[in-house]
């Protein structure tokens, strides 16, 4: 069981560029969360999906950033047009079910924007 | 919002000594975990308590619950230089346990 796996691990990107950043959650897991870290702070919750469905993105910004999770392939987090303000590192956790405690998180995605 | 504050900000430590970490939070829950994150590194999921208890034991590891205080502690028992990382509580909230509210992490420094 490989985990929960986070591409690309570092992604740099200039001002007004896309970032999206892929996770792959644990085999049989179909709950992905997005979360994002800024330097020296705790993690954030930004949004809850399952296959095909959001859940709840309570946390994500209300412009630039979107998530999807396919029937197929990785959960995608995508940002557009890019600020100094997104650099951070974005962690992806899966679990087998809802209300299941003891996320298992993937290394993460460093972005930063030059 | 609820947001979990963990206390010290930082720790340093000779090895074998213990560590205790607190970590207080807002609002009412059903359980309190602790994650661990090396640096550069993604989350590590250590051990969960629920809101129903009151201590809870894994190895070197002693995490303990006052819900009438908010608060948590996590103990390390006979640190090691390998223990050196940050540690973060992270709360659900009663009503909404879709999503983990994370503290601000206390830094670990164990020296050999």
């Known amino acids: 069981n490989a985990g929960v796996m986070q591409n690309p691990r570092h992604l740099v990107r200039r001002r007004g560029q896309e970032a999206r950043l892929r996770c792959s959650p644990m085999?049989?897991?179909?709950?992905v969360y997005w979360y994002r870290q800024l330097p020296e702070e705790g993690l954030k919750f930004m949004v809850y999906?399952?296959?095909?469905?959001?859940?709840?993105e309570s946390g994500m910004p209300k412009e630039r950033f979107s998530a999807e999770f396919p029937k197929e392939g990785p959960s995608i987090l995508r940002i557009q047009q890019v600020v100094r303000g997104d650099s951070a590192a974005y962690f992806c956790?899966?679990?087998?079910?809802?209300?299941?405690?003891?996320?298992?998180f993937g290394s993460g995605t460093r972005l930063t924007v030059v | 919002s609820q947001q979990g504050e963990e206390d010290p900000q930082a720790l340093s430590i000779q090895e074998g000594e213990n560590a205790t970490m607190n970590c207080s939070y807002k609002?009412?829950?059903?359980?309190l975990q602790w994650y661990r994150q090396n640096s550069g590194r993604g989350l590590v999921h250590l051990i969960l308590?629920?809101?129903?208890?009151r201590e809870k034991h894994s190895g070197r590891l002693r995490v303990t619950l006052d819900t009438s205080k908010k608060s948590s502690s996590l103990l390390i028992t006979a640190s090691r230089a390998a223990d050196t990382a940050s540690y973060f509580c992270?709360?659900?909230?009663?009503?909404?346990?879709?999503?983990?509210?994370f503290g601000t992490g206390t830094r670990l420094q164990v020296f050999p």
């Open positions: 956790a899966s679990s087998p079910r809802r209300n299941h405690y003891g996320y298992t």
């Open positions: 085999k049989g897991h179909s709950h």
């Open positions: 999906l399952q296959k095909e469905n959001i859940i709840d």
């Open positions: 609002t009412s829950i059903n359980n």
């Open positions: 308590i629920r809101s129903n208890e």
């Open positions: 992270a709360t659900d909230a009663e009503r909404d346990t879709d999503k983990l509210i």
